[in-house]
């Protein structure tokens, strides 16, 4: 580790992977109650437990992004953070603040948690992924900003690159985007138009300038190939993103009273959206193709690549499956939804923040990487995880293709309700998909604390 002020990341890692751990716990006890309906209840009901899920997920990789960007930027930037101080600061802000919610959602109900934090101020509950009390989103907002001006500060008075250059453009679009969570218009049309204006623009667009900076960071470091070279790819990949990304959250606004025209905008454009991360898995399969140097950190190789593979599967291809308006006009809101959501996010979002922890983790600690027990620890954690993901996606994807046949398409349509019992061997098979998946990442966290002789040290 170069420089003392990277080590504030350690903290911000720690945290992001205690939250995922609850993210998927809540995720196994929905599955439950995919095919048990009166799992937990009343203690946990479905929506308490998806509402906890998906913030969870937001909130732990807002933490991997903030522990990335105060790890790579010290070190792209040649000087320590600009306030130390600050990020340590608005680390427990954001934990106190981030845990008191999540409390909030299990122990209050959702209509007595708008009362006790003043939502009639200022309205901006009840939606879905923004079902953060208003209190909560104006401390995100102030963690964010406080955020920006450390990172930003100490890019501006340090070497400038093009991974921080990316990287701060992506962070600045994420806090700005994250405003749109305020406005909250009686009009459900215009509210369903901008509220997608901090979902896709975020997931689709900001958050992946924010992964590609990750990624380039950790190929230059295991890699010893040129920056010029990684950061010709980075700028096809970025312009690439932006130019599908921005015009294609036109595929969300097909059946909420838009104009007509999204469908053909939103079609195109969203078509267009698997080719950065096609790209994106060209350039790390390239860049370790011609790497000048044998990292001794394997897994965290293993990770990237992984990365580059799931996001493009999960996001790209995935997404293509369903985004074109006369397809989505049967596939809208099913499971084929869902199949999407959870190999995209996994893809994209958690192996590049489990990367960035795999390569840096060890340096904080003082080596270069971890001994081969460890390394192979958590390879086995990456494949449990990752093909458990894979078959989440495939039986979700069996599930929906059947709802859409029984439930919209056939001449003799079925109710809901008696189509999910048709479709309940899927959940099952998801289910137990599930608990593999939690397997792997208890072992990726068991791979940080494995004993012995032969770590390669720094």
Do not use: C
């Not at 939606?127 to 963690?143: A, C, H, S, Y």
């Not at 993901?389 to 979700?396: A, D, G, H, Q, R």
């Not at 293709?401 to 079925?414: A, G």
């Amino acid at each position: 580790m170069k420089y003392q002020s990277q080590s504030i990341a350690k903290l911000y890692f720690i945290a992001a992977i205690g939250l995922f751990v609850g993210q998927i716990l809540f995720g196994v006890v929905m599955g439950l109650q995919y095919v048990m309906g009166d799992f937990l209840f009343p203690y946990i009901p479905f929506n308490v437990a998806r509402m906890v899920h998906t913030n969870l997920l937001i909130v732990w990789l807002l933490f991997g992004f903030m522990g990335a960007s105060y790890y790579l930027v010290p070190e792209e930037a040649e000087r320590e953070l600009y306030a130390p101080w600050l990020a340590k600061l608005m680390f427990w802000i954001f934990l106190v603040a981030g845990a008191a919610t999540i409390l909030g959602y299990l122990l209050v109900p959702y209509a007595e948690l708008a009362k006790l934090t003043m939502n009639d101020l200022l309205p901006t509950m009840g939606r879905e992924f923004l079902e953060q009390p208003t209190i909560t989103k104006i401390g995100i907002v102030i963690v964010a900003l406080s955020f920006l001006f450390n990172v930003g500060m100490t890019v501006l008075t340090g070497r400038k690159t093009v991974v921080t250059i990316v990287l701060l453009t992506g962070l600045t679009g994420l806090a700005v985007f994250f405003l749109f969570a305020f406005y909250n218009p009686v009009n459900i049309v215009l509210d369903k138009y901008f509220w997608w204006w901090v979902v896709h623009l975020w997931v689709e667009g900001v958050w992946e300038l924010i992964m590609g900076a990750i990624l380039a960071f950790v190929l230059i470091k295991i890699t010893g190939v040129d920056r010029e070279v990684i950061e010709k790819w980075l700028y096809i990949i970025i312009a690439l993103t932006l130019i599908s990304g921005i015009i294609g959250t036109g595929h969300h606004y097909f059946w909420i009273g838009a104009p007509g025209y999204w469908q053909w905008f939103g079609s195109i454009f969203s078509a267009l959206e698997p080719i950065p991360f096609f790209v994106m898995t060209l350039f790390a399969f390239n860049m370790v193709n011609k790497r000048r140097r044998e990292h001794p950190n394997k897994v965290a190789t293993l990770w990237a690549l992984g990365t580059a593979v799931m996001a493009f599967l999960g996001a790209g291809v995935w997404g293509f499956l369903h985004t074109l308006a006369p397809v989505n006009y049967y596939t809208h809101g099913t499971q084929i939804t869902a199949a999407h959501g959870h190999m995209a996010f996994y893809g994209a979002y958690v192996m590049i923040v489990l990367t960035i922890i795999s390569y840096s983790m060890p340096i904080m600690r003082g080596r270069t990487a971890n001994g081969p027990k460890a390394q192979v620890m958590e390879m086995w954690s990456f494949w449990l995880m990752t093909v458990s993901m894979v078959f989440i996606t495939l039986f979700l994807t069996g599930a929906g293709i059947l709802q859409v046949y029984l439930q919209r398409y056939s001449d003799t349509p079925l109710g809901f309700m008696v189509v999910q019992d048709k479709i309940e061997l899927f959940y099952w098979m998801r289910e137990v998909s599930g608990v593999i998946f939690l397997i792997g990442l208890i072992l990726y966290i068991m791979s940080f604390f494995v004993k012995h002789d032969d770590e390669v040290t720094a």
